[in-house]
């Protein structure tokens, strides 16, 4: 079925105009789906009961969902007298979603259903550094190599979903200024990506994606979550009241540029002195190593250091562990998150950098802003980006507006 271009940003449910028994607001196709998304299954009067809809307009938006292959029959229902009637599902195989996180020397791609399921993945090092046109092509080339391997067609794609490390409009998909991607400014990545591949294309900031695809895997009923990535920058994903918050201009979140008190005399690439980007990052924390006689160059080094039980990198991650926390008592208490995940390449030798962390914001913080606080290691580490950049799509394509389009398509085609 051949896809045409959408807007870049989420979609968003449109009021709808009949309200249901039970308060829930429903009259098209879209909105009676939403109630299936769960994945339970549903018989045709359980849903008009639900929504207050004629049986025969409730049947007629079920076929048209069935037509379009979102739901499908899902066994019958016990009997009262007569036929027993069926019962719809969630068909999330139906089709299937491109998820790309592209980091400054890697991208790591998969490819998930409608659910969220990871299917297949892929990683390859890949310098963003190198410009928006040779990195889109070797992204592009490997997308279709995974099409391939799980033996799926591109007209089966329901959109793409693209991380990029640095701050990105949201609505355009358009990276914003970003300062280790050079010719990557105002550069149309849905635009190129869709002379590829003609579906929705939706890009954010590498970390907010992070925050999406950890909450939706292991934190789906936290409202309040940071999470908080220290790799080759740091930065943050905030979720609040069940919400990604991008800010007026796409920028919320860049903590990395948040001034460190005891970095008062350290220049930080952005042209300021003392942001936390310069001091606890991989590098800054490999360029402190080095600076007193420790060999190390990358935040791998100091990984690997740690790992081997070298006492000055286990010192130094400790001591980027308070740097973050110094920012972080502060967020705590603005945002009062209940769940802060650290998660990036530095949060991987275990706990030194999170006793840090803890340390300080626990000292610091309010102590009502604490009382219920976690701060935990990510659980889906590197996969966190390509999880919620699938999920970006889903929360895209399944709304209820979204819904509707796809339906128009397939009424269309």
Same mark, same amino acid.
């Given at each position: 079925?051949?896809?045409?271009?959408?807007?870049?940003?989420?979609?968003?449910?449109?009021?709808?105009?009949?309200?249901?028994?039970?308060?829930?607001?429903?009259?098209?196709?879209? %909105?009676?789906?939403?109630? /299936?998304?769960?994945?339970?299954? &549903?018989?045709?009067? #359980? !849903? =008009?009961? *639900?929504?207050?809809?004629?049986?025969?307009?409730?049947?007629?938006?079920?076929?048209?969902?069935?037509?379009?292959?979102?739901?499908?029959?899902?066994?019958?229902?016990?009997?009262?007298?007569?036929?027993?009637?069926?019962?719809?599902?969630?068909?999330?195989?139906?089709?299937?979603?491109?998820?790309?996180?592209?980091?400054?020397?890697?991208?790591?791609?998969?490819?998930?259903?409608?659910?969220?399921?990871?299917?297949?993945?892929?990683?390859?090092?890949?310098?963003?550094?190198?410009?928006?046109?040779?990195?889109?092509?070797?992204?592009? %080339?490997?997308?279709?190599? /995974?099409?391939?391997?799980?033996? &799926?067609?591109?007209? #089966? !794609? =329901?959109? *793409?979903?693209?991380?990029?490390?640095?701050?990105?409009?949201?609505?355009?998909?358009?990276?914003?200024?970003?300062?280790?991607?050079?010719?990557?400014?105002?550069?149309?990545?849905?635009?190129?990506?869709?002379?590829?591949?003609?579906?929705?294309?939706?890009?954010?900031?590498?970390?907010?994606?992070?925050?999406?695809?950890?909450?939706?895997?292991?934190?789906?009923?936290?409202?309040?979550?940071?999470?908080?990535?220290?790799?080759?920058?740091?930065?943050?994903?905030?979720?609040?009241?069940?919400?990604?918050?991008?800010?007026?201009?796409?920028?919320?979140?860049?903590?990395?540029?948040?001034?460190?008190? &005891?970095?008062?005399?350290? !220049?930080?690439?952005?042209?300021?002195?003392?942001?936390?980007?310069?001091?606890?990052?991989?590098?800054?924390?490999?360029?402190?190593?080095?600076?007193?006689?420790?060999?190390?160059?990358?935040?791998?080094?100091?990984?690997?250091?740690?790992?081997?039980?070298?006492?000055?990198?286990?010192?130094?991650?400790?001591?980027?562990?308070?740097?973050?926390?110094?920012?972080?008592?502060?967020?705590?208490?603005?945002?009062?998150?209940?769940?802060?995940?650290?998660?990036?390449?530095?949060?991987?030798?275990?706990?030194?950098?999170?006793?840090?962390?803890?340390?300080?914001?626990?000292?610091?913080?309010?102590?009502?802003?604490?009382? &219920?606080?976690?701060?935990?290691?990510?659980?889906?580490?590197?996969?966190?980006?390509?999880?919620?950049?699938?999920?970006?799509?889903?929360?895209?394509?399944?709304?209820?507006?979204?819904?509707?389009?796809?339906?128009?398509?397939?009424?269309?085609?």
């Amino acid at each position: 079925m051949p896809k045409t271009s959408a807007p870049n940003r989420s979609a968003q449910a449109t009021p709808s105009s009949s309200v249901g028994s039970n308060g829930v607001g429903v009259s098209r196709a879209g %909105d009676v789906f939403q109630l /299936l998304r769960d994945g339970h299954a &549903r018989t045709r009067a #359980e !849903l =008009a009961d *639900i929504t207050g809809l004629a049986r025969s307009t409730v049947a007629a938006r079920i076929d048209a969902l069935a037509a379009a292959g979102l739901i499908g029959p899902a066994g019958e229902a016990v009997s009262s007298g007569g036929r027993p009637p069926s019962r719809f599902a969630f068909q999330p195989a139906t089709r299937v979603i491109l998820a790309v996180d592209i980091g400054a020397t890697h991208v790591l791609l998969g490819l998930t259903d409608l659910s969220g399921k990871l299917l297949c993945e892929m990683r390859e090092h890949i310098d963003v550094a190198t410009g928006p046109v040779p990195v889109l092509d070797a992204v592009l %080339d490997h997308c279709a190599q /995974l099409l391939a391997q799980a033996g &799926r067609h591109a007209s #089966e !794609l =329901a959109g *793409i979903g693209i991380g990029l490390p640095g701050p990105v409009e949201h609505s355009t998909g358009r990276p914003a200024s970003p300062p280790i991607m050079p010719g990557w400014d105002s550069f149309d990545v849905p635009e190129y990506v869709q002379r590829r591949f003609r579906t929705d294309v939706l890009v954010d900031n590498d970390v907010n994606i992070m925050a999406l695809g950890e909450r939706a895997a292991f934190w789906p009923d936290a409202e309040n979550l940071l999470f908080i990535k220290v790799a080759t920058g740091v930065g943050a994903g905030i979720i609040s009241g069940g919400l990604l918050q991008r800010g007026a201009d796409g920028t919320a979140g860049d903590i990395g540029h948040i001034r460190v008190p &005891r970095g008062a005399n350290v !220049l930080c690439r952005c042209g300021n002195h003392g942001c936390l980007e310069a001091m606890a990052s991989g590098p800054a924390v490999a360029a402190a190593l080095a600076a007193g006689g420790v060999p190390a160059v990358t935040g791998e080094d100091v990984l690997d250091l740690a790992r081997r039980g070298n006492l000055a990198a286990i010192s130094a991650m400790r001591q980027a562990g308070r740097d973050v926390g110094e920012v972080l008592a502060a967020c705590v208490n603005l945002l009062n998150p209940s769940i802060i995940v650290i998660g990036g390449g530095l949060s991987s030798a275990g706990e030194y950098l999170l006793a840090g962390v803890r340390e300080i914001v626990y000292q610091r913080s309010l102590p009502l802003a604490t009382a &219920r606080l976690r701060i935990v290691q990510s659980m889906a580490t590197d996969h966190a980006g390509v999880l919620g950049a699938g999920q970006m799509v889903i929360d895209h394509v399944l709304a209820a507006s979204g819904v509707e389009r796809l339906l128009a398509e397939q009424q269309a085609s």
